[in-house]
């Protein structure tokens, strides 16, 4: 099969939009499905709680944190949003609230193909929507907000900004660039209705920020639970996504289990509690919930110590965690869908890689799938390719 040389599909809300093939490839074989993107839904930018030490009188201060992420390290840095709440100037951190608001974004942008890429920058993913459609959404998972709040949330998005940047150094021993400074809806556009119901027939226009555009032209994505992931706590929650990108990706190299340490947890998450063992209360409430839910079967946790005799405290955990066998039924068929897409991309395109740029065509990528499926003959073999190779933008080698 070829790319296609007819002129680009356009998007049936505007004239300067465009449906490349890699939107193909986000359709979830269930609505209770999502999709989890690249380093973006690794990255650990809501603020849990806000301590006192982040406060500056009037002013929040930046956060910065460290998280692990594919095998490197990285440092976050969010600034908070300043926002008019009520005719006073106030500054707010993105929280649990406007997590829950961007999942459901993504959620109804994938199941009612609202995504579109704008002409005139190719670099440019675009969604428009309905306030009514993000509130319902919001609702079916139990989490109910008021316009005015989803509005707020919308700002807060907007104009709060994430900097990301590996910490580590690149093959020639260079620091590496800078991944990502951008607010995580760097640009958005509210249409308020002029009629009566004006906020259910209000409708906004969002670009989702380069790193989350990235991922979506290399294919770097892989299915996920939606249901789980809105139902969770926001620890709990970070730790199912951790969870599930290792064992789609491999990162724990064939092991059936994977081990995290409290203090990565504890840095991604901002959890800066005075007492250690706050920390590890909070962790331990957290995989109750993970076996609650069915997502884990065990976890068996062996402390770090310093000092000794009295002086003897308690500083870290290392957490080995099994996940339940439903857990990794789905990790597997997630890790053979981002298989399938790399293969099915690669005939649609003549051999490109997903990296090298948007596509057009005119083949659908799941009949192009079920072709394959049906001539290999060996598909337990093909969960053994290096994956993050394959999705991950050309970088050196390190």
Request: one cysteine or more; aromatic letters at 8%; proline letters at 5%.
């Amino acid at each position: 099969m070829s790319l296609s040389r007819v002129p680009a599909k356009r998007a049936k809300n505007g004239p300067d939009a465009e449906q490349p093939a890699q939107f193909a490839f986000l359709d979830s074989p269930s609505g209770r499905m999502t999709k989890s993107f690249g380093l973006w839904d690794l990255t650990p930018w809501q603020v849990i709680y806000t301590s006192s030490e982040l406060r500056q009188g009037n002013y929040l201060a930046s956060v910065e944190r460290t998280f692990e992420a594919r095998g490197h390290t990285y440092r976050l840095t969010l600034n908070p949003a300043r926002i008019n709440r009520n005719g006073v100037k106030v500054e707010e951190y993105p929280g649990e609230r406007e997590h829950l608001i961007e999942l459901a974004i993504r959620k109804i942008a994938i199941q009612q193909r609202k995504l579109n890429l704008e002409v005139s920058d190719k670099d440019v993913v675009a969604i428009n929507l309905q306030f009514y459609d993000l509130y319902k959404e919001l609702q079916s998972t139990g989490h109910t907000f008021g316009y005015k709040e989803i509005e707020e949330a919308l700002v807060i998005l907007n104009t709060a900004k994430v900097t990301i940047q590996r910490t580590d150094y690149d093959g020639d021993g260079e620091p590496w660039d800078l991944m990502l400074g951008s607010a995580i809806l760097p640009v958005m556009r509210l249409r308020k209705a002029g009629t009566a119901n004006k906020e259910e027939r209000s409708s906004v226009y969002i670009q989702v920020n380069p790193l989350l555009a990235e991922a979506i032209r290399n294919l770097d994505f892989h299915d996920l639970n939606y249901e789980t992931l809105m139902s969770l706590k926001p620890v709990s929650r970070y730790i199912y996504k951790r969870l599930q990108h290792a064992f789609v990706f491999g990162e724990n190299s064939g092991s059936p289990t994977l081990t995290l340490a409290a203090s990565a947890v504890r840095d991604a998450c901002g959890l800066n509690y005075s007492r250690s063992r706050k920390l590890f209360e909070v962790l331990a409430t957290c995989f109750e919930d993970l076996k609650r839910m069915k997502l884990i079967e065990s976890v068996t946790e062996e402390g770090v110590f310093q000092g000794e005799g009295k002086r003897r405290s308690k500083i870290d955990a290392m957490y080995c965690i099994l996940p339940s066998a439903d857990f990794a039924a789905q990790a597997l068929q997630a890790q053979m869908n981002v298989v399938r897409n790399i293969e099915a991309f690669e005939v649609i395109s003549g051999g490109k890689r997903p990296s090298q740029g948007w596509i057009q065509s005119a083949d659908d990528p799941k009949q192009v799938r079920a072709s394959l499926r049906t001539k290999r003959t060996n598909p337990a073999a093909q969960t053994s390719l290096p994956l993050l190779e394959l999705v991950v933008a050309d970088q050196p080698k390190t």
